[in-house]
T-cell receptor, first 115, second 114 residues
Framework: DARVTQTPRHKVTEMGQEVTMRCQPI?????VFWYRQTMMQGLELLAY????????DSGMPKDRFSAEMPDATLATLKIQPSEPRDSAVYFC?????????????FGPGTRLTVT | AQTVTQSQPEMSVQEAETVTLSCTYD???????LFWYKQPPSRQMILVIR??????QNATENRFSVNFQKAAKSFSLKISDSQLGDAAMYFC???????????FGTGTRLTIIP
């Protein structure tokens, strides 16, 4: 069945290292979201794309985070340089356009630990 | 700005019993969608149920049903015949029609007592 996939599922890295997380949205979904989940802040929207174009990345720390969609089947979230406060679970979600049912389907998440 | 409030940080229920999770939201709009998501210990966010604001009929999915009170801006989730696999965090979410963003509540942790 169709699902959002994310890699890696877990990542442990040292402070200052570059981290890249990848997401494959459900085929046919044209809107892709990146979220971050922490105990303190809950679920935060970092950025989202429609038809591969970035629409809003106001939730992202601009100096170290970047998000791209090189093609319709791949979204990436990059952190450079990583810091311990970036430790969180990062979720990708996708959905059909506004003509669809509005429900977002989430990937399994990438648990990032920065030491 | 729209806000979603889940006033019960934790709930527990005996297995096979019924439990209701509360959610209220604040909006001045009339056309929107409401969702309940489940997040078990695996961390996967799973869509449980969806309600369209212009539909008066409450949505139902097997053992899960909602009580949607539009005037009161209330959207509670009822789980019937609770099972051990229902143990999870449950998030209520709001999406204004025509807008891309989901607004989440802070979640309710549901424990099932065997």
């Amino acid at each position: 069945d169709a699902r959002v996939t994310q890699t890696p599922r877990h990542k442990v890295t040292e402070m200052g290292q570059e981290v890249t997380m990848r997401c494959q949205p459900i085929l046919g979904h044209n809107t892709v979201f990146w979220y971050r989940q922490t105990m303190m802040q809950g679920l935060e929207l970092l950025a989202y794309f429609r038809n591969r174009a970035p629409l809003d990345d106001s939730g992202m720390p601009k100096d170290r985070f970047s998000a791209e969609m090189p093609d319709a089947t791949l979204a990436t979230l990059k952190i450079q340089p990583s810091e311990p406060r970036d430790s969180a679970v990062y979720f990708c979600a996708s959905r059909m356009g506004l003509a669809g049912g509005y429900e977002q389907y989430f990937g399994p998440g990438t648990r990032l630990t920065v030491t | 700005a729209q806000t979603v409030t889940q006033s019960q940080p934790e709930m527990s229920v005996q297995e096979a019993e019924t439990v209701t999770l509360s959610c209220t939201y604040d909006t001045s709009e009339s056309d929107y969608y409401l969702f309940w998501y489940k997040q078990p210990p695996s961390r996967q966010m799973i869509l449980v149920i969806r309600q369209e604001a212009y539909k008066q009929q409450n949505a139902t999915e097997n053992r899960f049903s909602v009580n949607f009170q539009k005037a009161a801006k209330s959207f509670s989730l009822k789980i019937s015949d609770s099972q051990l696999g229902d143990a999870a965090m449950y998030f209520c979410a709001y999406n204004l029609k025509g807008n891309e963003k989901l607004t989440f509540g802070t979640g309710t942790r549901l424990t099932i007592i065997p």
